[in-house]
């Protein structure tokens, strides 16, 4: 096990350089996570892997809260509707010796994955581009806006850095309903936490929101 984690966090650095220097994905310059923090919704998601196309349609705009930590990562809190209710799922990212690059170790997927801040104005949007593996390098596009409309040029920009990446058209999404999550006192209770973990609070509801992280 410790040789198994010791060979992912040696690919982490190497496959991230290998991108950088095809200029497939840049961090944002000058960047400040201290900027990033607050209030944001995903409004955009590029994902192309197959057994999420049949949820493509069930798609919602999901509210997240970015909050930096002392060690110098990032706490991302997420926000979906499932089935059952709303599902908390929070992220502790882990600082790089590159600014704007983060990786974190995916339960789900047992793999360690990559998290890149390619723009931001901080004030409006963020484009975030996820890749897992040497085989599959790019698994996902977010954008992120500070509500949950944005201007045109932005999901064009959006689009664009999608399919530059290799995404097709079908898999590219721009919801326009809103997810209803979270409740009020699930807000309060889970903007700062930083463990990697998925809650429910019963709520019944027909909606299925996206299984994409």
Known sequence: MVLKFAVLF?????????LTQNNLVQPQKHFDQQKLAGEWYRVGLAYDS???AKYRDKV????????????GGVNLTMWNMSPLGCMTASY???KTDVPGHFIYFSK???IM???????SNYTEYILV???KNINKEFSQVSLFGRTHTLRQELIEKFRQLSLS???SEASILTPSAIDPCPLQDEHARNTTEPAAVSKITPRPTSSTNSRSS
């Open 113 to 119: 994955k990559d998290i890149t801040v390619v723009d």
């Open 129 to 131: 581009v996820k890749y």
């Open 108 to 110: 789900r997927h047992s």
């Open 165 to 167: 990446l290799g995404f």
């Open 10 to 18: 040696c690919l982490i650095p190497w496959t991230y350089s290998l």
């Open 50 to 52: 197959p057994s999420f």
């Open 60 to 71: 919602l705009i999901s509210k997240g809260v970015l909050v930096p930590n002392a060690e």
């Open 92 to 94: 502790a990212y882990e």
